[in-house]
């Protein structure tokens, strides 16, 4: 079962390709609009942010063969194709922690995770292999057969960290009983994963419907997630950026590397450490170490001195030049 969402969202519209764009020029759009939108790029830019996770979301779909297949299928049905949530054994979503997980239905209640714990597979696609549109699944199997139960959908939040590195989680429902989920390595904000069979009893003896778990990633106080990349920004002084120096990077969940900082570094320069980034079945990312050259708020008056003297020897020029002569072009 799809999520209601995708019926309403034109992933292509938002990265501005056609349908039949080619997964090289769907990685190239992408990156430019990511680079374009990224919030690195526009502090403080609300709309920014919101477009660049609109990026996101619609390229993680269509990135993905077997999502983009089925995604394709679900628009093919048109605006007109609804699943809501209707009778016992009705295809359609509703919150599973209003109904299955305590509450009154429809309505929202708080659950708990811990880490640890064994764990059920992960989805294998938003859709998994069992049937798709046209074939008897989703919230009935059609005449003569058993009726499959519903899906539902609910959400959780889970740390940065095990998002990049993976791990399990275990939610409880009201009558305390756990369900264990595998979170996959490289999982990113807005991501869907399908418990299968987790999801209501059939009522005259079918198979259960499915759990569509959302996943929300709380934010990093150091690092942030930039593809596979993990960015990070670091603090220099003037001096280590004017003469160079050997600083200390630090990493996620591990020792921090030392990289070279070479004389002259300006700010917004980015030192790339391999490999150190979030590692999926699809690749490994890269540590993005950007440079920022902090200025002193305090200075003793012999610094105070040694700035003059060196004010009165740097050459004569002025850095923002070529930044107004652009600006009358």
Same mark, same amino acid.
């Given at each position: 079962?799809?999520?209601?969402?995708?019926?309403?969202?034109?992933?292509?519209?938002?990265?501005?390709?056609?349908?039949?764009?080619?997964?090289?020029?769907?990685?190239?759009?992408?990156?430019?609009?990511?680079?374009?939108?990224?919030?690195?790029?526009?502090?403080?830019?609300?709309?920014?942010?919101?477009?660049?996770?609109?990026?996101?979301?619609?390229?993680?779909?269509?990135?993905?063969?077997?999502?983009?297949?089925?995604?394709?299928?679900?628009?093919?049905?048109?605006?007109?194709?609804?699943?809501?949530?209707?009778? @016992?054994?009705? +295809?359609?979503?509703? =919150?599973?922690?209003? $109904?299955? /997980? %305590? #509450?009154?239905? &429809?309505?929202? !209640? *708080?659950?708990?995770? @811990?880490?640890? +714990?064994?764990?059920? =597979?992960?989805?294998? $696609?938003? /859709? %998994? #292999?069992?049937? &798709?549109?046209? !074939? *008897?699944?989703?919230?009935?199997?059609?005449?003569?057969?058993?009726?499959?139960?519903?899906?539902?959908?609910?959400?959780?939040?889970?740390?940065?960290?095990?998002?990049?590195?993976?791990?399990?989680?275990?939610?409880?429902?009201?009558?305390?009983?756990?369900?264990?989920?595998?979170?996959?390595?490289?999982?990113?904000?807005?991501?869907?994963?399908?418990?299968?069979?987790?999801?209501?009893?059939?009522?005259?003896?079918?198979?259960?419907?499915?759990?569509?778990?959302?996943?929300?990633?709380?934010?990093?106080?150091?690092?942030?997630?930039?593809?596979?990349?993990?960015?990070?920004?670091?603090?220099?002084?003037?001096?280590?950026?004017?003469?160079?120096?050997?600083?200390?990077?630090?990493?996620?969940?591990?020792?921090?590397?030392?990289?070279?900082?070479?004389?002259?570094?300006?700010?917004?320069?980015?030192?790339?450490?391999?490999?150190?980034?979030?590692?999926?079945?699809?690749?490994?990312?890269?540590?993005?170490?950007?440079?920022?050259?902090?200025?002193?708020?305090?200075?003793?008056?012999?610094?105070?001195?040694?700035?003059?003297?060196?004010?009165?020897?740097?050459?004569?020029?002025?850095?923002?030049?070529?930044?107004?002569?652009?600006?009358?072009?």
């Amino acid at each position: 079962m799809a999520s209601q969402d995708w019926f309403d969202k034109d992933f292509y519209a938002t990265l501005g390709v056609s349908k039949d764009v080619s997964e090289a020029d769907l990685k190239k759009t992408y990156r430019k609009l990511a680079r374009q939108y990224h919030p690195d790029s526009n502090p403080g830019d609300a709309a920014a942010e919101a477009r660049f996770k609109e990026i996101s979301e619609a390229y993680a779909v269509l990135s993905d063969p077997e999502q983009r297949k089925e995604y394709d299928q679900i628009r093919a049905m048109g605006s007109g194709a609804r699943f809501t949530a209707g009778g @016992q054994g009705a +295809g359609g979503f509703e =919150d599973v922690f209003g $109904g299955m /997980f %305590g #509450g009154g239905g &429809g309505g929202r !209640t *708080s659950y708990s995770y @811990q880490q640890g +714990g064994d764990y059920d =597979d992960l989805l294998g $696609g938003l /859709f %998994g #292999g069992r049937g &798709g549109f046209g !074939t *008897s699944t989703g919230g009935f199997r059609g005449y003569g057969g058993p009726q499959r139960g519903r899906d539902v959908t609910a959400r959780t939040t889970i740390d940065f960290v095990t998002a990049v590195k993976g791990d399990t989680i275990k939610l409880q429902t009201s009558d305390g009983k756990p369900i264990t989920v595998k979170i996959p390595a490289g999982v990113s904000d807005g991501q869907k994963i399908k418990l299968r069979g987790k999801g209501e009893p059939s009522p005259d003896g079918g198979e259960s419907g499915d759990i569509v778990l959302t996943v929300s990633v709380r934010k990093h106080p150091v690092f942030e997630r930039d593809g596979l990349n993990l960015r990070v920004t670091v603090p220099v002084t003037f001096v280590e950026a004017t003469l160079g120096a050997t600083i200390e990077v630090p990493t996620l969940g591990g020792a921090p590397v030392k990289l070279k900082v070479a004389p002259g570094t300006p700010s917004g320069r980015v030192l790339r450490v391999k490999g150190r980034g979030v590692e999926t079945s699809k690749g490994k990312g890269d540590l993005l170490a950007v440079v920022q050259v902090a200025v002193p708020s305090h200075l003793s008056q012999a610094a105070r001195e040694a700035l003059e003297a060196f004010r009165e020897a740097e050459p004569n020029e002025n850095p923002r030049a070529d930044l107004l002569a652009k600006a009358h072009e």
